[in-house]
């Protein structure tokens, strides 16, 4: 009997140091880490949205109910630590020689809870119950802090996807984004735009990663999404190094190398797969004559355009192929919005997406 319980105080040991650990990969390590309870949390979580949203019938409504997931999932995730951890000093408290497991659960949930209810003795039971209570009181302090410093990378976030929508419309697009820039005689002047979005890739891609929630959190607009603006920038981009008849600006590179490897080191963190290393040759979602389509409507507009088209198809196609797929499964996984070249072609690659979510 005296070995059995020291198998349990040990026991419930670990289970308060994994939870302890949970809450700092969640909301104190400033860096990318996986967490499988938080993992847990938000999965069981998306599970019951997603089941929720298949009787919506209209993406405005699914939008709506999808808007509450990663706050219901913020809330529910303190709370499942809390569960957890009174379980495990239940079991410390009854190897310590509490009578039952009510009297144990009684003592826990007093403790945890600051609520002094439950009668303490002895030392040992003393010490317990202080450091349960110190444990409660900081994951809840956990949470408080972490909302702001979510809620400003957030409102980062969405301050240039707002500014996107003068630019290249709702749905956000490329090929509208050029038109726009034409029409105001500015296309010599997207050399800011491109560092104003490598900085926002930059961002996103340590927020995203060391705030995971933050990918579900969607825009105050049900028509936009932080992923169909990155996927609308990095087509522009790709387009005005491979097609647009500009001077050549490395800016446009440079934006382009810093959205790709934004998105990949998302990707990697819900461990969604693909190409590290692509060829020009590797399929991608962009059909050529979806291409030609483009084309024609900014040569109708006056857009300056090289005159290769193979060309420039070619050249294009070796630029999306970087992002093409990591493009689609993060559209998927947040259920973006519509937009061409990007969430429109998201739904096959959507339950792929959940699938490694879960690995």
């Known amino acids: 009997m005296i070995l059995l319980r020291i198998l349990v105080f040990f026991l419930g040991m670990a289970i308060v140091g994994a939870t302890l650990i949970s809450a700092i990969r969640s909301f104190v390590l400033p860096r990318s880490a996986r967490d499988q ?3 847990a949390v938000f999965l069981t979580t998306r599970f019951f949205f997603t089941l929720r949203t298949r009787r ?3 993406y405005e409504e699914r939008d709506a109910i999808m808007a509450l997931y990663a706050p219901v999932s913020l809330l529910i995730l303190p709370a499942v630590w809390l569960v957890v951890v009174q379980f495990g000093y239940m079991c410390m408290y009854w190897a310590l020689g509490v009578n039952s497991w009510r009297a144990a659960f009684l003592l826990s949930g007093s403790s945890l ?3 002094g209810f439950a009668p303490v003795e002895g030392i040992p039971r003393t010490m317990l119950v202080f450091s349960e209570a110190a ?3 900081v994951l809840v302090a956990l949470l408080i ?4 410093t979510m809620y400003a990378a957030f409102s980062k976030r969405e301050a240039a996807v707002n500014m996107l929508e003068v630019r290249a419309g709702s749905p956000p697009s490329a090929v509208e984004m050029f038109e ?6 500015r296309l010599d002047q997207l050399h800011d735009l491109w560092i104003t979005w490598e900085l926002w890739f930059a961002d996103v891609e340590e927020t995203h990663t060391s705030l995971a929630a933050l990918a579900f959190f969607r825009s105050p607009q049900p028509d936009r ?3 169909t603006a990155a996927g609308a920038i990095l087509d522009a981009a790709s387009m005005a190094s491979s097609t647009l008849d500009l001077p050549k600006d490395p800016q446009v590179d440079l934006c382009i190398r810093a959205g790709y490897l934004a998105l990949r080191r998302i990707a990697d963190f819900f461990a969604i797969q693909y190409n590290p290393k692509p060829t020009r040759d590797d399929p991608i979602s962009v059909t050529r004559d979806e291409f030609e389509i483009a084309l024609n409507r900014l040569a109708s507009a006056g857009v300056p355009l090289k005159p290769d088209r193979e060309q420039a198809w070619r050249d294009f196609k070796g630029w999306r192929v970087n992002y093409d797929t990591v493009l689609l499964a993060l559209a998927a996984l947040t259920m973006a919005p519509y937009a061409p070249w990007s969430s429109d072609r998201s739904l096959r690659p959507q339950r792929r997406a959940f699938l490694n979510l879960r690995s």
């Not at 726009?180 to 005689?185: A, I, Q, S, T």
């Open 135 to 137: 444990i409660g009181l």
């Open 37 to 39: 309870l938080s993992r």
């Open 225 to 227: 999404s932080w992923i």
């Open 113 to 115: 809870l600051t609520l």
């Open 145 to 148: 802090a972490y909302l702001p």
């Open 180 to 185: 726009r820039f034409n029409r105001l005689h």
């Open 56 to 58: 919506a019938v209209s």
